[in-house]
């Protein structure tokens, strides 16, 4: 495992590294090759615009200082024209040019990179290659002058636009914005910038006799070529408003941010229409269309040349040639590292799984039923915080082995004291020692009585545990109920001599609406009262007092008396299931030790809780607080405190809560 683990991480790591690489290489390169990409445009340009390449030095050399790199210019036979270092001082040029500057037939690759979304020209002629489509002084003063005349008219009417010289020198107007509606409403446009000059159809019917001889070759049949190289019918006539918004020299462009790049007024694609031919006369058509270009621009362009981009040394951007020494290298390398990674991996494995074994043998003792001996805790992390857990978890669990036992024999025992007692009287009387009188009804009615409750109390605890306790809530006033439970055992108190009284809510804290089950409410409260009484000396009282928080989202309630109070060390264990404070005493003089436990369960089933606070020799004070219903809402129906089944409320009236046993089962049981 600690082996697989190593490899997953070098390979992860090589994986990583190759990448990282792989993207800076890649980085590099990409610069390299836009920064080729400009010189190449640049003497592409230069190469469009002349016939011949004298006078290209100057360009060159400014190129290689912006970049940094050496460039040279030689004819496709090597011979030079132009080279930014001294040619005898510095090293011979490469074997291999980086591209042919053609202005006739471009570089796609290069050209893409600069070219943006639109490529490379599909016919592959730099369109600032014009030719004898250049405008005389003349006929571009007389076109900017209309240009101008239609961009003021749409400025006018709201529309901004701007003139953009293509190559030719023919103008053009770009609307700012990419809302092409705008234009319907304008009535600026006119058929001068449209239609072609005299130079333009001086070229374009050279051009067109080109292709037509093309065609001819071929046997097909001429066609009529338009300003923009389409060709087909001549466009019937239109009105002005619908030739104006559909001129390309005006066609709605959005506005550059950066400054426009001009185009020229021919379109370097062929359109084919659907006026002439069908596909496969189309691509014959394109073809001869292209081929006729490059023959009409061949005398205005420079002739192909080979460039050269190297570094001011003279060397190409260098490659990687991974050679078989190298390989074998790397491989050592790797193994090397993998080697390194087991061995680390297998030593810090076995301090990892060490602490680990020691948690699965102790997890399987506890299966068995052993007792498990606390794991040894070695350090402060996450293997140490989980043995600390572990070790916390089997505390727990010791505990709770602990109280389930003492519950099965404290229910036992619970059990076989009624039971014993009213064996015995039924065998007395089958043998004729006692005689079946009132007496001895009544003393029979009574264990079983007692017998029932804790069976009743056990019960309560079970559905309670499995959420199961059902309740019935509805609007109550907690003061009534506080008058009912003191009702129902005011007899008890006044027999032994204590003073059971309800005080009402102290100044500035108001009881707030209550809506809860107001049986299961007088169960609690009451087995508290019992309690109390129980512990109480004569002469001493127990009160009851209920207030709202301060927030008023709760109602609490007071149960305070003035009895013999609770050790500190048993105040924490007052809520436990049969738990007592003195072990000898019995269900009649401490209760089965489920009072208290009843009384939580009951609480935290309408969302409250229950504490104590007890000062021995002093008294006790135990609270209730429950929720307090929310923007004064309240209403009636049955609720469960988990799922549907359970016990109802019916047979807990009041009369059983006023009993001995059925209130009392509680603290006397947790009190001393």
């Not at 010189?39 to 004298?54: D, F, K, M, N, V």
Request: with cysteine; aromatic share 2%; glycine share 10%.
């Amino acid at each position: 495992m600690s082996a697989l683990v190593a490899a997953c991480s070098v390979a992860a790591t090589a994986w990583l590294a190759v990448q990282t690489t792989s993207g800076a290489i890649r980085q590099e390169q990409g610069q390299n090759l836009t920064a080729d990409a400009r010189i190449y445009q640049s003497l592409l340009g230069y190469a469009a615009a002349h016939p011949t390449w004298e006078g290209v030095g100057g360009t060159v050399r400014e190129l290689a200082k912006k970049s940094g790199r050496r460039i040279a210019l030689t004819t496709e036979r090597r011979d030079p024209l132009a080279d930014s270092a001294d040619p005898e001082s510095s090293a011979a040029l490469p074997a291999q040019a980086s591209a042919i500057v053609d202005p006739l037939s471009v570089d796609t690759a290069l050209a893409a990179e600069t070219a943006g979304a639109s490529g490379a020209p599909a016919d592959r002629v730099d369109p600032r290659a014009v030719g004898p489509f250049r405008l005389p002084a003349s006929e571009r003063a007389e076109l900017q002058q209309i240009a101008e005349r239609n961009v003021a008219c749409l400025s006018e009417s709201g529309i901004a636009s701007d003139v953009v010289r293509s190559a030719s020198g023919r103008p053009r107007i770009q609307v700012v914005g990419n809302d092409p509606d705008r234009l319907q409403g304008a009535r600026c446009m006119t058929d001068a910038l449209d239609s072609p000059t005299a130079t333009e159809k001086k070229a374009l019917k050279s051009l067109n006799q080109l292709a037509d001889a093309c065609l001819k070759r071929q046997g097909r049949a001429g066609v009529q070529l338009k300003l923009d190289l389409s060709w087909g019918q001549a466009p019937e006539p239109r009105p002005a408003e619908a030739r104006a918004s559909m001129a390309p020299s005006v066609a709605p462009s959005p506005m550059p941010t950066s400054p426009p790049t001009a185009t020229p007024s021919v379109s370097p694609e062929s359109r084919p229409s659907s006026a002439v031919g069908n596909g496969e006369d189309g691509r014959a058509i394109a073809s001869c269309v292209g081929t006729a270009r490059r023959e009409q621009l061949g005398s205005y362009v420079a002739s192909p040349a080979l460039l050269f981009i190297s570094d001011t040394g003279g060397t190409t951007v260098p490659g990687f040639d991974l050679s078989p020494a190298n390989t074998a290298r790397i491989a050592g390398t790797a193994a090397l590292v993998l080697a390194l990674t087991v061995g680390a991996s297998v030593l810090v494995g076995a301090r990892l799984v060490r602490p680990l074994r020691a948690l699965t043998g102790a997890a399987q003792r506890m299966r068995d039923g052993e007792d498990s001996v606390p794991v040894l805790v070695a350090a402060d992390n996450e293997i140490g915080r989980l043995a600390a857990t572990f070790n916390d978890m089997s505390a727990h669990r010791a505990r709770l082995e602990a109280q389930r036992k003492a519950m099965v024999s404290d229910v036992a025992h619970e059990l076989r004291t009624p039971l014993s007692n009213i064996r015995g009287w039924l065998e007395a009387a089958q043998d004729g020692v006692a005689d079946p009188d009132p007496a001895f009804i009544a003393s029979l009615h009574e264990e079983a009585v007692q017998l029932q409750h804790i069976i009743d109390d056990l019960q309560d605890l079970a559905q309670a545990d499995a959420g199961a306790l059902r309740l019935h809530p509805e609007p109550v006033r907690i003061e009534d109920l506080l008058n009912q439970v003191a009702a129902a055992h005011q007899a008890r108190a006044e027999t032994a001599g204590v003073a059971l009284t309800v005080l009402p809510a102290p100044p500035g804290r108001p009881v707030p609406r209550l809506t809860a089950d107001p049986v299961r409410l007088r169960q609690a409260i009451g087995n508290l009262v019992s309690n109390a009484v129980r512990h109480t000396p004569s002469g001493g009282k127990v009160t009851l007092r209920p207030y709202g928080s301060e927030s008023g989202e709760a109602v609490l309630v007071d149960v305070t008396d003035t009895g013999s109070g609770i050790p500190p060390e048993d105040l924490g264990h007052v809520f436990d299931r049969f738990w007592r404070g003195e072990k000898s005493r019995s269900r009649r003089t401490g209760g089965s030790g489920l009072g208290l436990a009843i009384v939580r369960k009951l609480t935290e089933a309408h969302g409250g809780t229950v504490t104590a606070v007890s000062v021995p020799g002093q008294g006790s004070v135990f609270t209730l607080r429950l929720p307090a219903d929310r923007g004064g809402s309240s209403g009636n129906g049955s609720t469960e405190a988990g799922s549907t089944d359970g016990l109802s409320a019916d047979g807990l009236s009041t009369d059983d809560l006023s009993t001995d046993d059925r209130d009392g089962g509680g603290r006397g049981s947790e009190q001393p």
